[in-house]
């Protein structure tokens, strides 16, 4: 079991940014995927971004591409994600999420197995 901790949300104007933090509670290696999804109230969930652990290139939702941006710092177990160019329809509960496997195409629809307890981004107009 791996323990997750987001961070990092708040309150922003529209065109602004955050970066979200996900600490994991012990040592994950090469084989595990790392997630970021988001639900909205009175919406299901949706995955946001993926990435391999060590890995530098990630999967994206089309509705993120080339605003948001995954990363991780090894040495500090942490998950990144950048959020910028926001719009209020970003406006979600974000979660971390890790599983063991490899990311593959399909991975906003595995089962994942471990899950944080979420931070709230509000975007307002």
């Known amino acids: 079991q791996v323990q997750l901790m987001e961070s990092g949300g708040g309150s922003v104007q529209a065109g602004g940014s955050l970066r979200l933090s996900c600490v994991y509670s012990?040592?994950?290696?090469?084989?595990?995927?790392m997630a970021w999804f988001r639900q909205a109230s009175g919406k299901e969930r949706e995955g946001v971004a993926a990435?391999?652990?060590?890995?530098?290139?990630?999967w994206y939702a089309d509705s993120v591409k080339g605003r948001f941006t995954i990363s991780q710092d090894k040495a500090k177990n942490t998950l990144y994600l950048q959020l910028n160019s926001l719009e209020p329809k970003d406006t979600a509960m974000y979660y971390c999420?890790?599983?063991?496997?490899?990311?593959?195409?399909?991975?906003?629809?595995?089962?994942?197995?471990?899950w944080g307890q979420g931070t709230q981004v509000t975007v307002s107009s």
């Open positions: 012990r040592y994950i290696n090469i084989h595990y995927c």
């Open positions: 999420a890790v599983d063991y496997g490899f990311c593959t195409d399909g991975w906003k629809n595995r089962t994942w197995k471990n």
């Open positions: 990435l391999n652990f060590g890995g530098y290139a990630g």
